[in-house]
């Protein structure tokens, strides 16, 4: 038996960054991975999709050429092309996590692993051989799943999650998305943007039902004039797949319809991986679907952490990686602070793109908040109208007895590489008044946020 100070279970983007400041900080440490180092984040989820959803932007590019005044005869697309250069980047990525695991002296342990109780682990290898290795710590980070309704189970062809809808052979002249979360949503963009008829059903009054409510409305009016069908309010109660397509039976508040299609992708949300991995032999704290830790990832039982899609923070990549970071400094002795879940940024690369932090509107008048709202519309934004892309907004929202920076959502192309400015001012606890006297570059995209706080503090110029 192999003896380690830290054991790390999963290698997504929570498990090997984990490991690897763990080894930076001193410990000998191993990770343990079933399948390809980077987990579903670097082979199928985060990384590749947006290699996607770039081919799609560009070949939409392609198509509206003659608005920038330039000539493209017979652009097409090859869709099969298109799905193995986002394997290729995957893969790519995956092969630079295998380098940092060297780099950083990390043991890789491949196959399944299983908790046993005394900080140990048991890893079985794909020839069934098990071995038992010991740690001081074992981190938890096995991740999740696409999640399966009763009404909607996937078999892979006909229904399917996301994983399939990533590598499928041939392109689907229809598709229905079920969800319009981040998955659904993204997916939805780049089926339609390479001339699959998509239809979007949420079964919420609004799409990407978690943002700010003009967000998910500015979304919609986007997604309708690019060809995407929108049912809100709407629920698939079952599908049927004994015909060439697919049938999916769709509740609306005006009854039920039945919508034919080749595919039904199923991103109504995920499912943690919390299954045959020892939980219960060891004794470690459940509850609806997700581990139970304290403000440092610490389970109920001694010795064991948990970070990830597995405990109940928001599942996201980079919260799984600053959960990881977390937990080894705390193991290590540093003066950690606990995450700041209200501070955490969300992003859909859809097109136009979608981000935001901090509260929304209606949730910052239901806290009792007095509030100023400001709001700029890209369409004034000199880059955005020379870009040709001047679809959406820049909303801040601030507290106006003391100046707080309560909420920031945008929608427009870029701007989930902008909402960084937010996060970092809301850390640093900036008030409105000091990003309204920041300079902004112009002519920028970034400069709306600038205009957006002098909208709500009465001072805008550009609109």
């Known amino acids: 038996m192999s003896n380690f100070d830290v054991i790390v279970l999963g290698s997504g ?12 900080l001193g410990f000998k440490t191993a990770i343990i991975e079933k399948e390809s180092l980077g987990g579903v984040c670097l082979n199928w989820g985060c990384i590749p999709t947006k290699a996607l959803l770039k081919s799609a932007q560009v070949f939409e590019y392609l198509q509206h050429a003659g608005d920038y005044g330039l000539k493209v005869e017979g652009a097409d697309k090859d869709f099969g092309a298109v799905v193995q250069r986002s394997r290729g980047v995957a893969d790519g990525m995956s092969k630079g996590v295998q380098f940092l695991m ?4 990390i043991e890789v342990l491949n196959g399944f692993g299983k908790l046993r109780p005394g900080k140990k682990v048991a890893v079985t290898d794909a020839d069934g051989k098990e071995t038992e290795y010991s740690a001081s710590h074992i981190i938890i980070a096995t991740g999740a799943r696409s999640r399966e309704l009763p009404s909607l189970p996937q078999d892979g062809k006909k229904v399917i999650g996301y994983r399939e809808a990533m590598s499928l052979k041939e392109q689907p002249k229809k598709m229905i998305v079920v969800g319009s979360g981040a998955i659904g949503i993204e997916f939805a963009y780049f089926y339609n943007a390479m001339g699959t ?3 979007v059903v949420e079964f919420l009054p609004n799409i990407v039902p978690v943002e700010d409510e003009e967000v998910s409305k500015q979304l919609a009016r986007s997604f309708k004039k690019a060809g995407v069908k929108i ?5 698939v109660t079952k599908v049927d797949t004994s015909g060439d397509g697919v049938k999916a039976t769709v509740k609306t508040e005006k009854g039920e319809e039945i919508l034919e299609a080749d ?3 199923s991103a109504v949300g995920i499912k943690s991986n919390i299954e045959n991995i020892g939980l219960e032999e060891v004794g ?3 509850d609806r679907d997700k581990i139970i830790v304290n403000d440092y990832y610490h389970t109920n039982i001694p010795g064991y952490y948990a970070i990830g899609d597995v405990t109940p923070g928001q599942a996201l990549a980079h919260v799984a990686s600053a959960e990881g970071i977390l937990c080894v400094e705390k193991i290590a002795g540093m003066h950690v602070e ?8 969300g992003c859909t690369y859809c097109i136009p793109e979608v981000a935001s932090v901090g509260l929304t509107e209606k949730q910052a008048r239901e806290k009792g908040f007095d509030i100023k709202v400001g709001k700029f519309p890209f369409s004034a934004s000199g880059k955005a109208k020379a870009s040709g892309n001047s679809d959406g907004f820049v909303k801040v929202i601030f507290d106006a007895k003391y100046g707080e920076w309560l909420g920031c959502h945008m929608i427009g192309v870029g701007v989930t590489d902008m909402i960084a400015e937010a996060v970092v001012a809301r850390k640093l606890e900036t ?23 002098a909208d709500a503090y009465g001072e805008v110029i550009h609109l």
């Open 197 to 199: 008829e998509v239809t």
């Open 284 to 286: 470690i704290a459940v």
């Open 231 to 235: 049912k809100t309010s709407a629920e």
């Open 338 to 345: 606990p995450l700041d879940y209200g501070n955490i940024p």
């Open 13 to 24: 983007p929570g498990g090997y960054v984990t490991a690897i400041r763990a080894s930076q």
């Open 263 to 265: 595919i039904v992708l």
């Open 102 to 105: 060297k780099k950083n002296k």
């Open 431 to 453: 008030t409105g008044h000091e990003v309204l006297k920041a300079v902004h570059p112009h002519p920028t995209m970034s400069e709306a946020v600038m205009e957006a706080v």
